[in-house]
T-cell receptor, first 113, second 117 residues
Framework: DQQVKQNSPSLSVQEGRISILNCDYT??????FLWYKKYPAEGPTFLIS?????DKNEDGRFTVFLNKSAKHLSLHIVPSQPGDSAVYFC????????????FGKGTTLSVSS | DTAVSQTPKYLVTQMGNDKSIKCEQN?????MYWYKQDSKKFLKIMFS???????INETVPNRFSPKSPDKAHLNLHINSLELGDSAVYFC????????????????FGEGSRLTVL
């Protein structure tokens, strides 16, 4: 049973345009949502997060939007750059002790120049 | 200086063998994890240790046994390897000190690709 879903396995965008990666979740107890970026043969690295009490968090070219009623979040990258080409994982965690970060399946972003 | 390091990076072995993957973090974190990324690309939690105590143990076969000799190390030992164990295993660490209870920023190692023939 997938608690965190990324329904688009891949996304192709031209350099300079906006990339929008989507994520849905089912567990209303999730408190924090994180986006991770992964290059081939490397481990995932933290990109940006958002608390469930916010609806937007921005860090440079990256913005995460959270819609709690729809149980949906999205990552916007503007402008997209070729170096952004990677797999992006959405992840979520609850505030109960002993719970782990639950990951989605990932979306492969390709940014062409 | 690598923050979370795993060895070996690649491991090819026969069915039925026993193997170990080692993980070390130099970030001073209090919690360490093992995740498995299978052929379907899901990153699934297997185990988590906090200050050398097992706090998460997902539905993982008994053939998998984590060992944490100290806060900086979390090793994974796998007995009687099966074909389905082929995957990339990621070690990660995080710190809960001064953080909100639900916030878990994990720092990952590069992964150990295990191939069982």
């Amino acid at each position: 049973d997938q608690q965190v879903k990324q329904n688009s396995p891949s996304l192709s965008v031209q350099e300079g345009r906006i990339s929008i990666l989507n994520c849905d979740y089912t567990n209303s107890m999730f408190d924090y949502f994180l986006w991770y970026k992964k290059y081939p043969a490397e481990g995932p690295t933290f990109l940006i997060s958002i608390s469930s009490i916010k609806d937007k968090n921005e860090d440079g070219r990256f913005t995460v939007f959270l819609n709690k009623s729809a149980k949906h979040l999205s990552l916007h990258i503007v402008p997209s750059q070729p170096g952004d080409s990677a797999v992006y994982f959405c992840a979520a965690s609850g505030n109960q002790a002993g719970t782990a970060l639950i990951f989605g399946k990932g979306t492969t972003l390709s940014v062409s120049s | 200086d690598t923050a979370v390091s795993q060895t070996p990076k690649y491991l090819v072995t026969q069915m039925g063998n026993d193997k170990s993957i080692k993980c070390e973090q130099n970030l001073g974190h209090d919690t360490m994890y093992w995740y498995k990324q299978d052929s379907k690309k899901f990153l699934k939690i297997m185990f988590s240790y906090n200050n050398k105590e097992l706090i998460i143990n997902e539905t993982v076969p008994n053939r998998f046994s984590p060992k944490s000799p100290d806060k900086a190390h979390l090793n994974l030992h796998i007995n009687s390897l099966e074909l389905g164990d082929s995957a990339v295993y990621f070690c990660a660490s995080s710190s809960h000190r001064g953080k909100a209870p639900g916030f878990r920023e994990l720092f990952f190692g590069e992964g150990s690709r295990l191939t069982v023939l």
